[in-house]
C-alpha cells in the first residue's frame, strides 16, 4: 500500500502560481511513477502531468504543458507540480497518483494509488 496526501492547494488569481505537493508513505516511493490528475466540477477527471521514477522523464497535457512542471525529490518521498500562468479553467481538484508501471501513463486505470485531493481556485 502507498498512502498520498496533497496539500497546497487555494485560491489564486488568474495569472498566479501554486506549488502543490504529494507526499507518499508506505512503500519504496522511487518504485512508482506519479502523475497528477484534476477534476473540474460536472466534469469527468483529467490527466495532467506525469513522471518517472527517477524524475528523468516528464509528460504533460496539452492545456498545461508550458505552464506547469512536475517534479520529485525521491529523497523526500513527495512529488510536486508548479502551477503557472494560472487560468480560470484551472480549477479542479488536484489528485496525485501512483503508478507501478514503467511506461508513463495517461489513463487513470494505470494507477494503483490515489490521494484524497486538494481544491485549486483561480478566481478571474
Known amino acids: 500500500q502507498v498512502q498520498l496526501v496533497e496539500s497546497g492547494g487555494g485560491l489564486v488569481q488568474v495569472g498566479g502560481s501554486l506549488r502543490l505537493s504529494c507526499a507518499a508513505s508506505?512503500?519504496?516511493?522511487?518504485?512508482?511513477?506519479m502523475g497528477w490528475f484534476r477534476q473540474a466540477p460536472g466534469k469527468e477527471r483529467e490527466f495532467v502531468a506525469a513522471i518517472s521514477r527517477g524524475g528523468g522523464n516528464t509528460y504533460y497535457a496539452d492545456s498545461t504543458k508550458g505552464r506547469f512542471t512536475i517534479s520529485r525529490d525521491n529523497a523526500k518521498n513527495t512529488v510536486y507540480l508548479q502551477m503557472n500562468s494560472l487560468k480560470p479553467e484551472d480549477t479542479a481538484v488536484y489528485y496525485c497518483a501512483a503508478c507501478r508501471g514503467v511506461v508513463l501513463t495517461t489513463r487513470e486505470g494505470g494507477y494503483d494509488y490515489w490521494g484524497q485531493g486538494t481544491q485549486v481556485t483561480v478566481s478571474s
Open positions: 508506505g512503500r519504496t516511493f522511487s518504485n512508482y511513477a
